[in-house]
């Protein structure tokens, strides 16, 4: 399949904002783009995704392995890229994805401790290689993140987010060993300010690194 559009994915680790940030981005890019614009998410984004997604994060599944873990991460990831992301690029749509093969390699990768390389490699499989065009990385420390999700989400706690501070942790460094080997694709926005604020270094970034898509 011909690969036209593009591709932006937003990252970070948990709490940073992401899913806040690109409702609030949302309307504006499909203001301003010349193309269409689609959003989604990961893990999930298609209906066989989102059952891999239930199976990933529900909290009873305490025996899950690792490795387990990370291939059905990727196998969520391949279908989604299949049924959703490949067809809309081909069309020549962008498509801004809600995490994608950087949250394996940091979380499977860096915080499971299975091995970053090994989950790339797993990834690149899943992707066929696809990477994206730009990727937003919201940055903010661990205790933020976590901070903000247990202000705001009180009981409703998924499997990854019992996760200890040390496993958010080596999440967090992972990520910064991917800003600093990809500083071309991967743009650190600070994202310990108002919502507002980071929404609109998001724009000013899209707006800089993809002009050709602005009308
Ligand atoms: N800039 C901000 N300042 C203060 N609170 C924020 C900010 N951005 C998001 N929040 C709040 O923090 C919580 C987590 O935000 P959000 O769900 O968007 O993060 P996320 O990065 O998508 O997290 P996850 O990785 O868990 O999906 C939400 O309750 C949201 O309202
Ligand atoms: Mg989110």
């Not at 890019?29 to 990961?42: A, C, G």
């Not at 490949?86 to 394996?104: M, N, Q, W």
């Not at 040390?166 to 310990?192: G, K």
């Amino acid at each position: 399949m011909v690969v036209a559009g593009t591709f932006i994915t937003v990252e970070g680790p948990d709490g940073a904002g992401k899913t806040s940030v690109l409702t609030q981005l949302l309307p504006q890019l499909k203001q301003h783009f010349n193309q269409p614009v689609i959003l989604t998410r990961e893990p999930g984004g298609a209906k066989i995704s989102e059952k891999i997604r239930d199976v990933i994060l529900n909290p009873e599944f305490t025996e899950m392995d690792a490795r387990t873990e990370a291939l059905l991460y990727a196998a969520s990831r391949r279908q989604h890229l299949v049924e959703v992301i490949l067809p809309a690029l081909a069309r020549d749509e962008v498509v801004v994805c809600d995490r994608f093969v950087d949250s394996s390699v940091a979380y499977q990768g860096g915080g499971r401790q299975i091995g970053e390389e090994a989950v790339l490699a797993m990834n690149q499989f899943a992707t066929g290689g696809l990477n994206p065009d730009l990727t937003l990385y919201l940055d903010v420390p661990v205790e933020v993140g976590l901070a903000r999700i247990r202000q705001h989400r009180q009981n409703q706690f998924d499997r990854l987010d019992q996760e200890t501070v040390e496993f958010h942790q080596r999440v967090s460094a992972a990520y910064q060993r991917l800003l600093a080997a990809n500083p071309e694709r991967i743009i650190a926005i600070d994202a310990t300010r108002e919502l507002a604020e980071v929404t609109a270094e998001c724009l000013a970034v899209l707006k800089a690194k993809l002009p050709a898509l602005w009308q």
